[in-house]
């Protein structure tokens, strides 16, 4: 081996910045690869989506974050190819790193399961780009809604559709409800914001399905206070321009919102070990892969079933936890020593769902509401990336809690929807 | 007339919102059409283009703004075609407006004197897209340069040149050494960002021409202080992918900004009548048009030479005036009253230069640096529209004054220079 390993870590989200930051002090080489200048906390992306943060109150970049530590060089750019046997990955620039070990956790993007044709009437919500395109859309048929003559295509504009009750679909439905009848009150003279419907849509029983029945109902019950219509048990079938199809029912609505599903990264096929159905890979418990035991993956990427026959769940602490891990086997493999098996120490799960209502279950004390939501507040606040970061987080959320406003209702880039009311 | 006087306002900038404000209370239906959603404070654009502030933090929806104006409707909408003898305006969306008075204040937008096809290589700066545009492309450039295995190409991609030396490129490259001299330190391994070059070219003998030329040597002095180099008396001939033609020179640089030029709206073309060099419409005393007494012209897009010979300056507070006189006339002629001249009150010329410097003309009270910086930042902070932007502006400042961090170094959109960095 080489004087000084090579470690290439692939993805900058929780669980490869975490393996990085695992390994500062380590006589290797690490290059730490995302297409992204930025570690973006991914908990809070709807806030941006929904005007009440800007994009930079919820990432930092990652060189400032691994400034100080010295055994790390940060590249921005998109991996192209990896060659598990020569050991080599290649960027996009041309350029290709060989590695002695390689941690691959790039993590997940949204997925239409085979309907494709979906994503461009139903955007998804994955990055800080994606955010910025559905913050523009939602605000943008409030103004269409309000120019709009004929009263069918009003309310078409005013019919929000948020596919998917997952943590991702509920937060979207609670936090639009509130714009819609407090945020927007007396901005508009042709139509009532607070006559929006909000559906959320959810094809299986209930909201929240990784909580406990109690909590997914008092969710629920929380998401119909707040305004939200929540649809459950019903399949959508199609979604078009002007509407979706729920079950045989075609229900107009502008603005569709997809959040149903989230497959693994194109990436992990590159390894050429087997895949579970979302495309994620199957890991050794270890976190290596079948055959390279020098090679990794962890995070949303990474598919693993615990010794309780419990599936480790596509959560940010389960991402942390996997790249701490990593970074351990991988020290470990370098010194010879043997790897330690993944155990996922769950300390419970908390959602939120708009103003002042959340739930949360931690194992034998659950709770929802108002105290619900403070304790989701301290904890995305607390584990967010940097003191700034904190401070303006804490502000903006004290101002809208005041004020009913969100401070980041700005509409930014050019709309590919409506290409008439791009900048001349 | 009809019962209720129709006004219609093109423009939410500084003109149009100053007279729309002005015109509160009046027993009139105002329309005020913008095609972004937002009022925009353009003193402090450069700062979001130079990573110290997001997008929404010197923006405010011009809904929230107006939405206690029972008499204004606010309409997001490009304007296709004025007929100022049928009195109409088309919109984008096809709907038209029918006005008994019309107000055009569209402003400005960055003009390349004939050489448009410099625009795809140096960006200008005008709108907040324009600004997240730059703010990628300057990030950006340091990150070519970690990457770039040439010495050569490294060295081009840490070369910035921003051609002219008025108040934005003045604040451009002030801003942009402090970035490479200070927030940038430790951050990379392959490049010393310090080393970036960061020239100021302009093609008059003299940065900050409309200040008095004590101030502008005191401005080019604190400009190479922060480590800017400062290129008067030489024309830039062309400009290309990778650099500029300074004279007969060729000057390799893969990052050239635009701040040389603006030329008036378009829309002014279509009021068919006389425009000045720079497209602009040369307006009565009053801010009418001629042979059209109902229709106004106001901020950067009126031409209008005062009494003492001198020209109305395209600044903030001219645009903010001639709103105010526009309103006061409009009201005049309604009432069948006589209109009122436009005077401009000049109350003193500032500009920043970067980090605690920048130069203040008052008139016989003319002072620069530390001094000159508090009171620029004072008034800007001031003039700020919104408690919040205010406060947030304020903690921004504070914070990169302590920490020389700038926060909002966050890469968004998709780089179309460099289509292989897009996403997968």
Redesign the interface.
């Known amino acids: 081996m080489a004087a000084t390993p090579h470690i290439v870590i692939i993805g900058g989200g929780f669980a490869g910045l975490w393996a990085t930051r695992a390994l500062a002090g380590m006589p290797a080489r690490i290059t730490l690869v995302d297409?992204?200048?930025?570690h973006l906390f991914q908990p809070l992306l709807y806030q941006v989506a929904t005007?009440g943060l800007?994009?930079?109150?919820i990432?930092a970049?990652l060189?400032?974050i691994l400034?100080?530590q010295k055994n790390?060089?940060?590249?921005?750019?998109?991996v192209t190819a990896i060659d598990t046997d020569a050991k080599r990955v290649t960027l996009?620039?041309g350029?290709t790193l060989d590695f002695d070990r390689l941690l691959l956790a790039s993590g997940a993007t949204h997925a239409y399961f085979g309907n494709d044709q979906w994503a461009e009437h139903a955007p998804g919500l994955k990055?800080?780009?994606d955010a910025?395109d559905l913050r523009r859309k939602l605000?943008?048929a409030f103004?269409?809604a309000?120019?709009a003559?004929d009263p069918i295509e009003r309310d078409a504009w005013l019919s929000f559709a948020i596919i998917g009750g997952g943590p991702t679909g509920v937060e979207l439905a609670g936090t639009l409800a509130e714009i819609a009848r407090e945020t927007?009150r007396?901005?508009?003279?042709?139509i009532d914001p607070s006559q929006a419907r909000v559906r959320l849509v959810e094809a299986g029983p209930r909201v929240l399905a990784a909580f406990p029945e109690e909590l997914s109902e008092k969710a629920r019950r929380q998401l119909e206070h707040l305004g939200v219509e929540v649809t459950l048990g019903t399949p959508v079938k199609g979604i078009a321009a002007d509407g979706y199809t729920l079950g045989d029912t075609f229900v107009p609505a502008k603005t569709v919102v997809w959040a149903a599903g989230v497959a693994a990264s194109?990436l992990g096929a590159m390894l050429d070990v087997p895949l579970d159905r979302a495309g994620r890979v199957l890991v050794q418990p270890d976190l290596s892969i079948p055959g390279h035991p020098d090679i990794f993956v962890a995070g949303d990427l990474a598919s693993l079933v615990q010794a309780n026959g419990k599936p480790v769940p596509g959560v940010a602490p389960a991402a942390k936890q996997m790249g701490r891990l990593a970074a351990r086997n991988i020290r470990a493999r370098l010194a010879g020593e043997t790897t330690t098996a993944f155990v996922y120490k769950d300390y419970g799960n908390l959602a939120t769902i708009g103003r002042m209502a959340a739930v949360v279950d931690l194992g034998t004390l659950r709770f929802s509401g108002i105290l619900a939501w403070w304790f989701w507040l301290v904890m995305h606040v607390f584990f967010l990336i940097g003191f700034?970061n904190r401070?303006?987080v804490l502000?903006n959320w004290f101002?809208a809690y005041w004020?009913y406003?969100r401070?980041?209702?700005?509409?930014?880039?050019?709309d590919r929807d409506h290409p008439?009311?791009?900048?001349?």
């Open positions: 297409r992204h200048n930025h005007a800007s994009a930079p109150d990432a970049p060189r400032h400034r100080r790390v060089e940060v590249r921005m750019a998109t996009d620039d350029t990055t800080l780009d910025l605000l943008f103004e269409r309000e120019a003559s927007l007396d901005e508009f003279r042709n194109p700034r401070l303006v502000l101002w004020s406003q401070a980041a209702r700005i509409i930014l880039g050019e008439a009311m791009e900048r001349p």
